[in-house]
């Protein structure tokens, strides 16, 4: 069974940072690429990054290029999201994804395994 879990979200003010964590247990994750997507209350899930597991490529939303950073730890079976300089249209529930594909990783279609989504609130 393939379990991610996500931890780290929080209340801040704009401007302000937070580092969110997702805990991949179950497999070997090695020649996955790992996603982080987003929820807004109405909106549809919206793509912020991807991250191949064994490797350094990253790609970027328009709209958190810049502010935020996807990384690993293998040791630790851990995916981060690092946010800063975080405004209030980031407000929303993070979600941890993980996925064997290569094609269309901005699309949360291509993702077959999930966390439960931690809440991000940002304050004006």
């Known amino acids: 069974q393939v379990l991610l879990a996500e931890s780290g979200g929080g209340l801040v003010q704009a401007g302000g940072s937070l580092k969110l964590a997702c805990a991949v247990s179950?497999?070997?994750?090695?020649?996955?690429?790992m996603g982080w997507f987003r929820q807004a209350p109405g909106k549809e899930r919206e793509f912020v990054a991807t991250?191949?597991?064994?490797?350094?490529?990253?790609t970027y939303a328009d709209s958190v290029k810049g502010r935020f950073t996807i990384s690993r730890d293998n040791a630790k079976n851990t995916v981060y999201l690092q946010m800063n300089n975080l405004k209030p249209q980031d407000t929303a529930v993070y979600f941890c994804?993980?996925?064997?594909?290569?094609?269309?990783?901005?699309?949360?279609?291509?993702?077959?395994?999930w966390g439960q989504g931690t809440q991000v609130t940002v304050s004006s």
């Open positions: 994804a993980a996925t064997p594909t290569y094609y269309n990783l901005i699309s949360a279609s291509s993702y077959p395994y």
């Open positions: 179950g497999r070997t994750f090695s020649g996955y690429k």
């Open positions: 991250l191949y597991w064994s490797g350094v490529t990253t």
